[in-house]
C-alpha cells in the first residue's frame, strides 16, 4: 500500500533551517502532485508547497515564498522542504500528501489528496 513517511521535524530557533523529507512508497507517483501542508494547534490545514512529480513545477505560498524551497529526487522516492529564516508561526505538525492526476488547480485544498503521512512537529522558538 503506498505510504508517506515524513522525517526531519523538530526544536529550532527563530531564524534556524530544517529540511524536512517525505519517502514515498507503494505505487509509481508519475503525473502526482507531492504536497506540504501544515496545522497548527486549534488551526485549520493549510497548504505550504508542492511539486509536480513529473514536471517539477513548483507553488507555494505567500507566506513561505521566498523562504522555503520545495523539491524532489525521483530515483530516491523522496520529496524534500528546505525551510530556512523559521519564523515562531511557522510552527506546527507538518504533513507530506499526494495528490493523483486531474483536478490540478485544486492542489491547495487538503481534501484533493488521496494520500498522507503521519506528520512531522516543526517547533520554532522565538
Known amino acids: 500500500q503506498v505510504q508517506l513517511v515524513e522525517s526531519g521535524g523538530g526544536l529550532v530557533q527563530a531564524g534556524g533551517s530544517l529540511r524536512l523529507s517525505c519517502a514515498a512508497s507503494g505505487r509509481t507517483f508519475s503525473n502526482y502532485i507531492m504536497g506540504w501542508f501544515r496545522q497548527a494547534p486549534g488551526k485549520e490545514r493549510e497548504f505550504v508547497a508542492g511539486?509536480?512529480?513529473?514536471?517539477?513545477?513548483?507553488f507555494y505560498a505567500d507566506s513561505v515564498k521566498g523562504r522555503f524551497t520545495i523539491s524532489r529526487d525521483n530515483a530516491k522516492n523522496t520529496v524534500y522542504l528546505q525551510m530556512n529564516s523559521l519564523k515562531p508561526e511557522d510552527t506546527a505538525v507538518y504533513y507530506c500528501a499526494a495528490k493523483s492526476p486531474g483536478g490540478e488547480y485544486r492542489y491547495r485544498v487538503p481534501t484533493a489528496y488521496d494520500y498522507w503521512g503521519q506528520g512531522t512537529q516543526v517547533t520554532v522558538s522565538s
Open positions: 511539486i509536480h512529480w513529473t514536471y517539477g513545477g513548483t
